[in-house]
Antibody, heavy 118, light 107 residues
Framework: QVQLVESGGGLVKPGGSLRLSCAAS????????MSWIRQAPGKGLEWVSY????????YYADSVKGRFTISRDNAKNSLYLQMNSLRAEDTAVYYC???????????WGQGTLVTVSS | DIQMTQSPSTLSASVGDRVTITCRAS??????LAWYQQKPGKAPKLLIY???SLEGGVPSRFSGSGSGTEFTLTISSLQPDDFATYYC?????????FGGGTKVEIK
């Protein structure tokens, strides 16, 4: 069965960096676009970034452009999000999600919490 | 970016009620719209894609309709498991956006 397992979250100071990982299993990872989506505590969902199956295209929300970098390693069935220059407003649960075929999401991980605080 | 506006933000209903949630897009998104259900502490679950296609395994009491800028999610007979928050999401543009959510509460 499809599984997505995020890791790498934690507490980081403003201006700091963190790298999130998402381990995928149960499907042919290299065939699918993947996204990161976040949810601040008590708030709604915000799409962060997505990457094409071959890493040829990446897109970012304006709120993270220039600070976050999405990448993937198809040989390791893994998705990554490098987050630099973190701000308090980046505090959220970060989910990785598989694109169904277009740009909606049919499978989600359980999420990893990132807290940016001094 | 395309803005997605959901209404109402909160809805109180009873088991067995017919429930309708509306999602409006700030520009034409054709039928590139999905609906998700989220329960507290859990990841969202896909219910509907391309505005009206039911995801596999989702009960038939859920249905979606609409095109262009106005869309609806209908639950024909609300069940205890349906009390949750629902989000719409547009995918007509490279910048993907979600609605603010509709919390369905027990009346």
């Amino acid at each position: 069965q499809v599984q997505l397992v995020e890791s790498g979250g934690g507490l980081v100071k403003p201006g700091g960096s963190l790298r999130l990982s998402c381990a995928a299993s149960g499907f042919t990872f290299s065939n699918y676009y993947m996204s990161w989506i976040r949810q601040a505590p008590g708030k709604g969902l915000e799409w962060v970034s997505y990457i094409s199956s071959t890493s040829s295209s990446m897109y970012y929300a304006d709120s993270v452009k220039g600070r976050f970098t999405i990448s993937r390693d198809n040989a390791k069935n893994s998705l990554y999000l490098q987050m630099n220059s973190l701000r308090a407003e980046d505090t959220a649960v970060y989910y990785c999600a598989r694109h169904q075929g277009t740009q909606n999401f049919d499978y989600w991980g359980q999420g990893t919490l990132v807290t940016v605080s001094s | 970016d395309i803005q997605m506006t959901q209404s109402p933000s909160t809805l109180s209903a009873s088991v067995g009620d017919r429930v309708t949630i509306t999602c409006r897009a700030s520009q034409d998104i054709i039928t590139w719209l999905a609906w998700y259900q989220q329960k507290p502490g859990k990841a969202p679950k896909l219910l509907i894609y391309e505005a009206s296609s039911l995801e596999g395994g989702v009960p038939s009491r859920f249905s979606g309709s609409g095109s262009g800028t106005e869309f609806t999610l209908t639950i024909s007979s609300l069940q205890p498991d349906d009390f949750a928050t629902y989000y719409c999401q547009q995918y007509n543009s490279y910048s993907l956006t979600f609605g603010g959510g509709t919390k369905v509460e027990i009346k």
